[in-house]
């Protein structure tokens, strides 16, 4: 993975990056930066209302924009068992996230991956980036880097090289406060 430099070099630029996941390629931020954020929103032409998801290579990543101490031990030991791996958990924001990330919500929805790609990005930047499909609101997910050129194309042009996981779809996202699947996988 010969650009990961270039990939960390434009994400501390406020810039917006895609990058393999598990399932499809994803875009990201520096989940910290308004600007980064609006302009992830401009590329997906999305709503901030949705908000994000923050991803990680590990769950130390995510201390202050998550609440982890809030959850039960059933609770914390069932998220503990899906991580790292693809599964997305709904989370009580912590102090340090922002609406620029929850939109409408008081949760995050936050995911600690065992993707390599993914999780040394995430390492040589220090901190956790956003994640969102690379792809226009209402388009097909993109699952390589020349569908991110094809449809993104200028919006994106620090795309990190490398190859989807093994997954046929997104991650499966579960609420963290009432059990719920909110979305398989």
């Known amino acids: 993975m010969a650009n990961v430099e270039q990939c960390v070099a434009a994400l501390a630029r ?8 598990e399932g499809v390629f994803g875009v990201g931020c520096d989940p910290d930066s308004s600007a980064a954020v609006q302009a992830l929103l401009d ?11 923050l991803i990680a290579a590990e769950l130390s990543q995510l201390d202050g924009y998550i609440d982890f101490d809030s959850l039960s031990e059933e609770v914390k030991a069932e998220v503990l068992a899906t991580w790292p791996g693809p599964v997305t958990w709904v989370m009580p924001a912590g102090k340090k996230i922002t609406d620029w ?3 409408q919500f008081d949760t995050v929805a936050v995911r600690v991956s065992d993707h390599p790609d993914v999780r040394e990005l995430c390492l040589s930047y220090g ?4 994640s969102t499909s ?6 097909e997910p993109c699952r390589s880097v020349s569908e991110v050129v094809e449809q993104l194309g200028s919006r994106v042009p620090n795309v990190l090289e490398g190859k989807i996981g093994g997954r046929d779809k997104p991650t499966e996202i579960r609420d963290a406060r009432s059990g719920k699947v909110l979305r398989q996988g």
């Open 14 to 21: 406020g810039e917006v990056i895609a990058y393999p996941t």
């Open 43 to 53: 590329v997906k032409e999305r709503d901030k209302a949705k908000g994000l998801i």
């Open 101 to 103: 990330v929850t939109g």
């Open 127 to 130: 901190k956790p980036i956003t």
């Open 134 to 139: 690379a792809n226009l609101s209402g388009e």
